[in-house]
C-alpha cells in the first residue's frame, strides 16, 4: 500500500500517470523504516530532497526513520550533496567513541569495528550535551552477507520498558558513563578528541560537564551523567535516549568482557555505565533492556545507492557481522543541545580555574 497522506500534493510528477517516487510504510522492511522509492533510475535524490523538505520532515519524525531507495546516488560526492539538501548543517564528529575515517568534508566511513562482531543499538553521541538530531547513512558498496543496520524505535523501547525501572533511572539522576583512554586497549585521548593538547581536552570537559583525570602518563579518565530519557524538541515525544546498554561492559563480546575484568580493574575498564548516582545497573535490569530493544528491532537488507534517514532522537541504530566487502558512509546533521549545556556553558566561563590536570563542571554523563 502506498501512503499517500499529505505526500501527493508535493511530490512533483514527471507526468499525469506516474509520481517521481512512491511512499510505502507497509514495505518487507517497514514501516521502521519508511521507504522512499524512486521510479526513475536517473532520479537525483539531492534535487528531490530539495522540494520536498517538509514530506522527509514528517515522514521521519513519523516513522523515525527513511530509506531512500532506487535514486542516482553513487559516490560519496553525491550522498554530500544530499546532505546539503536535507540540511544546512553538516556535522563534523567530536568526542569520539569508535574510529572512523573522514572522506570527504562532513562524510566519514561507519565505525572501523571488526567485521565479525555485531555494534549494539544506540542513539549516536547521546552520551554528550550536543548531539544530531539526525545521523544518514549511504550504502557505496553493499555486504556480501549480513552487515544490516537493525533500527528500534526510541519511544517503543521505553514504552516497553517498566515504569519502576524508567523511575528508578530518573530517581537516581540518569545514567553515568566512565570512560578510559587506554593506549592499546580503547581509542587514545588524541584521537578521541582530535588533538594532543590536554589543555584542550581540559577546556572541552569543562564546557562539556564531563569530570577529567589524568592517571599517569597516557591514561585519560573521564566521568559524565546525562538523562536516561529526553523529549524529542520538535515532537515533544518522550524517547529512550542513552548509551546505558551500548557502554556496558557486558556488552561486548562474553570472551572479551570477562578478559578485560581479569586483566583490569572496575575503574580502568574501557567503558562502563552505571546509574547516573554511581550505583551499578542491575543484571534483571540490563536483561530487561536487551529484551525491549530486540523485541522493537527492525532491519532490512542494503542495496547499493541506498540512502538511510534517521532520526537520532526516535530510533536507536546498530550493525550487523558482516561478509566483506561492505563499505557504508555516513553523515550527521541538525545539532542540538541538551537543555543543560547553557548552564554548564555560563558557569565554565565564569568559573575559576581548574586545578592542573583536571577538569570538572556539573553533572555530566
Do not use: K
Request: proline share 7%.
Amino acid at each position: 500500500m502506498t501512503e499517500q497522506i499529505r505526500v501527493a500534493p508535493v511530490i512533483p510528477r514527471r507526468n499525469r500517470e506516474r509520481a517521481l517516487v512512491d511512499v510505502r510504510p507497509d514495505w518487507p522492511g517497514g514501516p521502521l523504516p519508511v521507504l522512499v522509492q524512486a521510479n526513475l533510475p536517473d532520479l537525483d535524490l539531492a534535487t528531490w530532497l530539495a522540494g520536498n523538505r517538509a514530506t522527509v520532515d514528517e515522514l521521519a519524525r513519523r516513522h523515525a526513520a527513511v530509506l531512500f531507495r532506487g535514486f542516482a546516488v553513487a559516490d560519496a560526492a553525491d550522498f554530500r550533496t544530499a546532505m546539503a539538501a536535507l540540511s544546512g548543517t553538516v556535522l563534523s564528529y567530536g568526542e569520539r567513541s569508535s574510529p572512523r575515517s573522514e572522506v570527504t568534508e562532513g562524510v566519514y566511513t561507519s565505525t572501523e569495528h571488526p567485521a565479525d562482531q555485531p555494534i549494539v543499538l544506540h542513539n549516536e553521541q547521546s552520551y554528550t550535551l550536543n548531539w544530531p538530531l539526525r545521523i544518514v547513512f549511504f550504502c557505496e558498496t553493499e555486504p556480501a552477507a549480513g552487515g544490516r543496520t537493525p533500527l528500534a524505535d526510541s519511544r517503543r523501547v521505553l514504552a516497553r520498558l517498566s515504569p519502576a525501572t524508567v523511575a528508578e533511572f530518573e530517581r537516581r539522576g540518569g545514567v553515568g558513563y566512565q570512560r578510559n583512554y587506554l593506549p592499546g586497549i580503547s581509542l587514545s585521548w588524541q584521537t578521541a578528541f582530535q588533538t594532543d593538547s590536554r589543555a584542550e581536552v581540559e577546556a572541552y570537559c569543562a564546557r562539556s560537564a564531563i569530570e577529567a583525570q589524568w592517571v599517569g602518563d597516557e591514561q585519560l579518565r573521564t566521568r559524565q551523567v546525562r538523562p536516561a530519557v529526553r523529549e524529542h524538541p520538535v515532537t515533544g515525544e518522550r524517547t529512550w535516549f542513552n548509551h546505558a546498554l551500548f557502554f556496558h561492559v557486558t556488552s561486548l563480546p562474553e570472551e572479551v568482557s570477562a578478559g578485560l575484568r581479569r586483566a583490569l580493574a572496575e575503574e580502568d575498564l574501557p567503558y562502563q555505565t552505571a546509574y547516573g548516582d554511581g550505583t551499578p545497573i542491575g543484571d534483571d535490569v540490563l536483561a530487561e533492556l536487551r529484551a525491549a530493544y530486540a523485541a522493537e528491532t527492525r532491519s532490512f537488507p542494503w542495496r547499493r545507492g541506498d540512502v538511510l534517514l534517521v532520526e537520532n532522537m526516535l530510533a536507536a541504530h546498530a550493525r550487523e557481522p558482516f561478509t566483506p566487502p561492505r563499505r557504508i558512509l555516513t553523515a550527521m546533521s541538525d545539532p542540538f543541545a541538551a537543555p543543560e549545556a547553557a548552564s554548564v556553558s555560563t558557569s565554565v566561563s565564569g568559573a575559576a580555574s581548574a586545578p592542573a590536570g583536571t577538569a570538572t563542571t556539573g553533572d555530566r554523563s
